[in-house]
């Protein structure tokens, strides 16, 4: 189970995905014909039900379902690419992703989400962002948001954890070190400087 800030999401022993909470940005991944914002009870995501759903991470407005065979699904806001599924009849701006929606990585065994961007770690400890890098922390030494799964390739062992907090990113690698990139003004990224 995961929340948002507005939003939750959760997994049945069935393998079935629910969503609660508003939807005014296509947060509960479904698009309703009803005209009311708000569920105030679970609401059964059927795009879904066939697709062995394993984990769930939720940012901000967006979120993300992990399935056992390694695929990663998205629905919400992507107005910074969060969801990381710009098709070409998509404006780049102010996009609502109604539907889940597959992510085009592979492999994944880790989702994680911040209040704008998301990172996938896959089978091979190798970690993709995409979404809001206002503060660098996709960790693609750029500033630009990604809407698409950018990889990281500044780090040189193999990750074996991510987590994705509000600005910031943090990652474990084999060796016990950890990397941290995005905002760091209150120390989140456990040194003294902002990157």
Known sequence: MACGLDHSVFITNSYLVYSMGTNSLGQLGIIDKS???NKFSP??????????????????????V??????????????????GVLKSNMKSLD??????????????????????????????GKVQTFGCNQHGQLGLGSF??????????????????VACGVDQTIVLVDSGRLFAMGNNSNGQLGFYSQV
Not at 43 to 64: F, K, T
Not at 117 to 123: K, P, Q, R, T, Y
């Open 144 to 161: 630009h948001d990604e809407f698409a799964p950018a990889l990281i390739t500044s780090i040189p062992e193999r990750i074996t954890q």
């Open 35 to 37: 005209g009311s914002c």
């Open 43 to 64: 609401i059964l995501i059927e795009d879904l039900m066939d697709q062995d759903p394993y984990d769930v991470a939720c940012g901000n407005n967006h979120s993300l």
């Open 95 to 124: 996009i609502k992703v109604t539907q889940p929606t597959l992510v085009n990585c592979s492999n994944v065994n880790q989702i994680s989400c911040g209040a704008d961007h998301s990172a996938v770690l896959d089978s091979y």
């Open 66 to 83: 992990l399935t056992r065979y390694g695929t990663v699904f998205a629905w919400g806001h992507n107005h910074h690419g969060q969801c």
